[in-house]
């Protein structure tokens, strides 16, 4: 027996194979159907029932669906769950096939678009906080390019950077869907593979300045080979993805590598600047500073976190931009007000260019332009701006013509669906104003004949109504429908239901003509206004968006200096110089959480200097030290972002790479074993970290045994003094380690207070100068609800380790004659020196072998000298 696919089945199966990986939604009428493996996948992640339908090759097909009208909302779920999904549209109507093909024809189908994470336009699927950006990467060499782009407001950033530099990048991207060549063998885990012959820099290079209408990109930028290899595979790709429409790209921007300040994946987990360690933005920094009124601020909040600035002046220029709004609470106010009410014009815009624009997108576009040139004219008017805002003003303005066209050509508040029509005003359009009076005035005749056919039958209960199927009928109750059903009558018998009649009448089946007909026209003008508006705004879409850029900056302002006075920040002093000083520094989200538990956090200072860089952060656990390493690293990052800081007052010199190495424990997840995290960080800190960078290492060494811990600690932190010589706080409960403030002199000790009070442990909190005196371990256990017995046993135990250690002169007892730091690595490399040289000096061709043999055993007896 032969199992032909059915003609539909052919269909369908032609079309998942143009989906590839994707889901197929494929349209039947109300429907959207999957079926198959993708049909059981949707089922679980969507929690839907899983039938069947048919057969193919024998066995039964599995099957779900959802409904067309709600399909958004699935999936947006699907996408959440890290699915793909391809959009199958009927392209033709059931009548234009039976025309084509007979009254067996399928009605063709085609992917009309696909749906995946990072190619989000819709609303729905967006969270108005968050950037949504997909990446393109492209090895090149030895370099990778990057474009990234959030296709929801068209921006687009290339950039490019060593092979090894790729994770750091995209931590600060954080992109919801990257896509590489395929085959690529050191691809990022999650990336996408898609052909390798989109990734080309002429073919991307031509791309960009088709989309842009221009002869060369220079004016946008330089750009270098792999930077274009990979906005050619990210246009590939949204060609793709859209089937030939590109949504919204704005002019490529070219990102510097050293124009922020570098943080690794690592560093922005570990101070939790956009999620927290619960994977979410509850807890983070992003939350706890973010006070905009706008998505888009919010958006760039979130940008300029992620980015920190190295330029002076800019930064300088941000802040100055906070203190202006700080001072002036009033301006702030009004400022906020007007903001709270602008529509997201970069989001609106991205639909509109996407084809996925609604005459509410346009309204969206109307409103927050003419809300924008309300600001500047408020803003110019009060003379005296901050630089910054002063160049944003321009920008606010400048959309006269389009907001006055939209005002007219739009009602009040268009809706989201246009298939109905009713969004262009009265008045914009004197022949579209006649059908809908044509229209206006059948309806009227048709509720006056109503009363006339009353009166003709006599029948008090006829009614005329409406619905989808019949149109415009008379209706009756059964026991009147005889008077009606008379020949000579004038109505004619359409419909009989259970207890009512239905009829039609000429002069009633006229009028409703006209009103088809005029609605028909009618909509038919609306669409094509529609086109034309959205024609208009794509033209001015630069513009557009240089306007939502500037609202969103000064939301940005606004917020910081919201937050600032909500929490008495305070204005921090960038300089050049290698120092960082503190006084009364505080953790936000720390700060925060005690606040809503009633308590009150205890302000540090932190003062690190060129000959004071090394801080060394000893204490009991529970004491408050990863809180203060954590809260100079956020304060740092804060300030070169361009906000206020939580402190008293604050001079920060500027920070090139920004290290943070705190808790193994939370990085047990990761499937490698947390030492061996930790190790990698370390070395990577080890690595990179140079004399502007500013690093903060908490409880290095604790994920192995006591002597392997200390001893690596112990190097870390003299290779960091020694070496690096970087700003650097460094936490530790290892007692032993406070003598390496006898050897280096940029080494400082420090403790965070505590104190024993009728055998309970009181955490200070407080920062203070030189060593912990002892490390409270038990008194911790015992405050953690370790039972009193367990605590008195480990006492005992203790009691016996002290007193071997004092026989014994304890953990670092070796460690009295240990060479310093720098003499041992000269020693080391001394060795390697004269080795070489006794090689290099070698005429190797003179010897005797037995000589050679000889000289072999002394070059090795040496290397182990
Ligand atoms: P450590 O690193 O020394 O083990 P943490 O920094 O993790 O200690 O702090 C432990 C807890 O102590 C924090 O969760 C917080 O509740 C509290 N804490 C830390 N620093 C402060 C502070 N400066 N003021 C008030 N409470 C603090």
């Known amino acids: 027996m032969s199992h032909a696919p059915t003609p539909m089945m052919a269909q369908y199966l032609a079309l998942k194979d143009q989906a590839g990986d994707c889901l197929l939604f494929y349209r039947m009428g109300d429907f959207f159907e999957l079926f198959f493996d993708d049909a059981r996948t949707a089922a679980q992640v969507l929690d839907i029932a899983l039938t069947s339908r048919g057969e193919h090759q024998g066995t039964p097909i599995p099957m779900c669906g959802v409904p067309v009208h709600s399909a958004e909302g699935y999936l947006a779920r699907l996408i959440r769950a890290g699915c793909r999904v391809a959009i199958a549209e009927q392209v033709e109507s059931p009548e234009e096939a039976k025309k084509r093909g007979g009254s067996k024809a399928l009605v063709a189908r085609d992917i009309v678009r696909f749906v995946t994470a990072g190619t989000l336009t819709e609303e729905a699927l967006l969270n108005p906080r968050e950037s949504n950006v997909l990446v393109a990467v492209c090895p090149l060499r030895d370099r990778v390019g990057i474009a990234a782009c959030d296709i929801s407001t068209g921006r687009v950033e290339l950039e490019e950077c060593a092979v090894d530099g790729l994770g750091a990048a995209l931590a600060r991207l954080a992109p919801r869907e990257t896509v590489c060549p395929e085959e690529w063998p050191s691809a990022p885990l999650e990336a996408v593979g898609r052909p390798a012959h989109g990734f080309d820099s002429a073919g991307g290079e031509a791309r960009l300045k088709e989309i842009h209408g221009v002869a060369t990109l220079d004016g946008f930028g330089q750009f270098g080979r792999a930077m274009l290899a990979a906005a050619g595979g990210l246009i590939a790709y949204l060609d793709h993805v859209g089937r030939g429409r590109l949504p919204l790209l704005l002019p490529p921007v070219a990102r510097g590598g050293d124009a922020h300040m570098a943080m690794d994946e690592a560093t922005r987990a570990s101070l939790e600047v956009l999620v927290s360690s619960t994977g979410t933005r509850k807890g983070s920094l992003a939350e706890a500073v973010d006070r905009c009124v706008t998505g888009a601020g919010a958006r760039l909040l979130a940008e300029d976190l992620s980015a920190p600035l190295l330029d002076l002046?800019?930064?300088?220029?941000?802040?100055?931009?906070?203190?202006?709004?700080?001072?002036?609470?009033?301006?702030?106010?009004?400022?906020?007000?007007?903001?709270?009410?602008?529509p997201d014009l970069g989001r609106a815009l991205g639909r509109v260019v996407a084809g996925r624009g609604s005459p509410r997108d346009l309204g969206q576009l109307r409103d927050g332009l003419a809300e924008a040139r309300r600001?500047?004219?408020?803003?110019?008017?009060?003379?005296?701006?901050?630089?910054?805002?002063?160049?944003?003003?321009?920008?606010?303005?400048?959309?006269?013509?389009?907001?006055?066209?939209?005002?007219?050509?739009?009602?009040?508040?268009?809706?989201?669906?246009?298939?109905?029509?009713?969004?262009?005003?009265?008045?914009?359009?004197?022949?579209?104003?006649?059908?809908?009076?044509?229209?206006?005035?059948?309806?009227r005749a048709i509720a006056a004949l109503e009363a006339k056919y009353r009166d003709e039958t006599g029948v008090a209960a006829l009614k005329i109504r409406h619905n989808g199927v019949l149109g415009y009928f008379i209706e009756v109750p059964a026991r009147h429908a005889d008077r009606l059903m008379q020949p000579d009558s004038g109505f004619t018998h359409r419909q009989t239901m259970a207890g009512a009649v239905r009829f039609n009448a000429l002069a009633l089946h006229e009028e409703a003509s006209r009103i088809a007909e005029a609605g028909g026209h009618a909509l038919v003008a609306e669409e094509a206004h529609f086109e034309d508006l959205i024609a208009r705004a794509i033209d001015a879409r630069e513009a557009i968006a240089a306007t939502a850029a500037a609202l969103a900056r000064l939301d940005v302002g606004a917020s910081h200096a919201e937050r600032a006075a909500e929490g008495g920040w305070s204005l921090p002093r960038v300089v050049d110089e290698p120092v960082l000083a503190i006084a009364g520094g505080r953790?936000?989200?720390?700060?925060?959480?005690?606040?809503?538990?009633?308590?009150?956090?205890?302000?540090?200072?932190?003062?690190?200097?060129?000959?004071?860089?090394?801080?060394?952060?000893?204490?009991?656990?529970?004491?408050?030290?990863?809180?203060?390493?954590?809260?100079?690293?956020?304060?740092?990052?804060l300030a070169q972002a361009g906000s206020y800081v939580p402190a008293e007052a604050a001079t920060v010199g500027l920070v090139d790479r920004l290290f943070s190495r705190v808790g193994a424990s939370d990085n047990l997840a990761r499937g490698r074993s947390t030492f061996m995290v930790e190790m990698v960080e370390t070395a990577a800190i080890l690595q990179q970290a140079g004399p502007r960078s500013f690093v903060i290492l908490d409880e290095v060494g604790r994920g192995t045994s006591t002597y392997d811990g200390l001893a690596l600690a112990w190097a870390v932190a003299e290779a960091v003094h020694e070496t690096n010589r970087c700003r650097c706080l460094f936490a530790t409960h290892y007692h032993e380690m406070q003598r390496l403030a006898e050897t280096c002199p940029a080494l400082s000790l420090h403790h965070v207070r505590a104190r024993e009070w009728k055998g309970d442990l009181v955490l200070l909190h407080e920062l203070a100068e030189g060593p912990a005196d002892k490390s409270y371990g038990l008194a911790v256990a015992r405050l953690a609800g370790v039972p009193d017995a367990v605590v008195k046993r480990a006492r005992a135990v203790l009691d016996k380790l002290e007193k071997g250690r004092a026989a014994t002169g304890g953990l670092a007892a070796g460690l009295g004659d240990l060479p310093l730091f720098a003499a041992a690595i000269e020693a080391a490399e001394d060795k390697v020196d004269a080795l070489r040289e006794k090689l290099n000096g070698l005429d190797i061709d003179s010897l005797s072998p037995r000589a050679a043999l000889d000289l072999l055993y002394e070059l090795k007896r040496e290397a182990n000298a």
């Open 313 to 342: 002046f800019a930064i300088r220029q941000r802040l100055e931009l906070v203190q202006w709004l700080c001072e002036d609470p009033l301006l702030r106010g009004d400022l906020r007000g007007v903001l709270r009410a602008v």
């Open 375 to 443: 600001l500047h004219d408020s803003l110019a008017a009060r003379g005296a701006l901050p630089a910054l805002a002063q160049a944003l003003l321009p920008r606010l303005t400048g959309h006269g013509a389009l907001v006055d066209l939209y005002a007219r050509a739009l009602v009040p508040s268009p809706p989201t669906e246009r298939g109905q029509g009713g969004f262009i005003a009265e008045g914009y359009d004197a022949s579209l104003d006649t059908l809908r009076a044509a229209a206006g005035n059948s309806r």
């Open 587 to 637: 953790h936000p989200v720390v700060e925060a959480a005690l606040a809503r538990a009633g308590e009150r956090f205890v302000a540090n200072d932190c003062r690190l200097s060129d000959a004071d860089r090394l801080w060394l952060v000893g204490g009991p656990n529970m004491g408050g030290k990863s809180t203060f390493l954590r809260q100079n690293a956020l304060i740092v990052l």
